[in-house]
């Protein structure tokens, strides 16, 4: 006669199974917190100098969209748009034209502004916070 033989794996695989499924269905729930973003964007008319700002909202044309409407012009651009961070707009002193930048800081997103500008003392113009 013989006996089944006892197995010390199958309660460790069971283990390991339960584990695993504990782990997908943690991600497929964190999943959209963590896909929402707050998007935030700034337009200006480079004629006028005006300029519109959005923040909080859900997709980035959403955000985008709204920005050119705060900026009241047809010459409206978005200048940059961003999710869960800072973006800055500087104007160059020297030709007036525009440049933008982003970061987790306000000072992160002004100082790539200004790297983009190529010029220290280019002019703050206007900056947004979206998110977290």
């Known amino acids: 006669m013989s006996y089944p033989k006892s197995s010390t794996k199958q309660p460790v695989r069971l283990v390991a199974r339960l584990v695993a499924g504990l782990a997908v269905a943690a991600l497929l729930l964190a999943a959209p917190a963590a896909a929402q973003a707050a998007w935030g964007a700034i337009a200006v008319d480079p004629i006028t100098g005006h300029y ?45 034209l525009y440049f933008a930048g982003f970061g987790r800081t306000k000072h992160a997103a002004f100082a790539k502004a200004t790297h983009r500008a190529h010029e220290p003392g280019a002019r703050h113009v206007a900056w947004v916070f979206s998110g977290y």
């Open 52 to 96: 519109g700002v959005s923040y909080d909202y859900n997709t980035a044309r959403a955000a985008q969209h709204r920005a050119r409407v705060e900026c009241g012009s047809n010459h409206c651009k978005v200048a940059v748009w961003v999710a869960n961070g800072y973006a800055a707009l500087v104007q160059k002193r020297s030709n007036g």
